[in-house]
């Protein structure tokens, strides 16, 4: 159970869009729909942003997305704000061990 | 409301056993569909999956600790337990315990708000 791999970091000016990549292989990413993203500031417990690739919980404004092409799923933040700045972790379902999480991605609002 | 909260020791010692508890509300570990896992992160690094425990007490585990975890729950008191076997200094982490709603849900939509445990003579 390889851990999914992400950029370490992503940068991007408050208002721009940024996309963060997450590469598994086919039998992660590839083979399920079942890619979530959470969002995670210092000292807090994550936070779900998007599951089942693209899917949004209630209260996630809707300047995140997400989607996936192959074994890499993608998070999109637009109109990037202040709060947007944290640690971003893909997560995929694996089969018979389930779940596999990616290395994160320190996102910086310039 | 769904809420989740860990609790066990801050400090063990190697070779010890951890046991930590999850005590949740706002919802029960019989109804189906359910599940409650356990997520830990050490310091400054990533998320990494260990256990899960659905409602009809189905369980899996990291395969690569696969032989030092266990979990249980006791629906009765709304708790999710995890117990690990010979703690290590490289144990050291906070450890999270987090809510999965239906059968198929195989993403965490409700965490607690972690518990660090450090492995330390």
């Known amino acids: 159970q390889s851990a999914l791999t992400q950029p370490p970091s992503a940068s991007g000016s408050p208002g721009q869009s940024v996309t963060i990549s997450c590469t598994g292989t086919s039998s992660d990413i590839g083979d399920y729909n079942y890619v979530s993203w959470y969002r995670q500031h210092p000292g807090k417990a994550p936070k779900l942003m998007i599951y089942?690739?693209?899917k949004r919980p209630s209260g996630v404004p809707d300047r995140f997305s997400g989607s996936k092409s192959g074994n890499t799923a993608s998070l999109t933040v637009s109109g990037l704000q202040a709060e947007d700045e944290a640690d971003y972790y893909c997560s995929s379902y694996a089969g018979s061990s389930p779940w596999v999480f990616g290395g994160g991605t320190k996102l910086t609002v310039l | 409301q769904i809420t989740l909260k860990e609790s066990g020791p801050t400090l063990v010692k190697p070779t010890q056993t951890l046991t930590l508890t999850c005590t949740v509300s706002?919802?029960?570990?019989?109804?189906?569909?359910?599940?409650v896992g356990w997520i830990r992160q050490p310091p400054g690094k990533a998320l990494e999956w260990l256990a899960h425990?659905?409602?009809?007490?189905?369980?899996r585990y990291r395969p690569s600790l696969k032989n030092r975890l266990t979990i249980t729950k006791d629906t009765s008191k709304n708790q999710v337990v995890l117990t690990m076997t010979n703690m290590d200094p490289v144990d050291t982490a906070t450890y999270y315990c987090?809510?999965?709603?239906?059968?198929?849900?195989?993403?965490?939509?409700?965490w607690g708000q972690g518990t660090l445990v450090t492995v330390s003579s």
């Open positions: 089942e690739v693209n």
């Open positions: 425990i659905h409602w009809n007490n189905d369980k």
């Open positions: 706002g919802f029960s570990l019989s109804t189906y569909g359910v599940g």
């Open positions: 987090a809510h999965t709603g239906a059968r198929y849900d195989f993403h965490f939509d409700y």
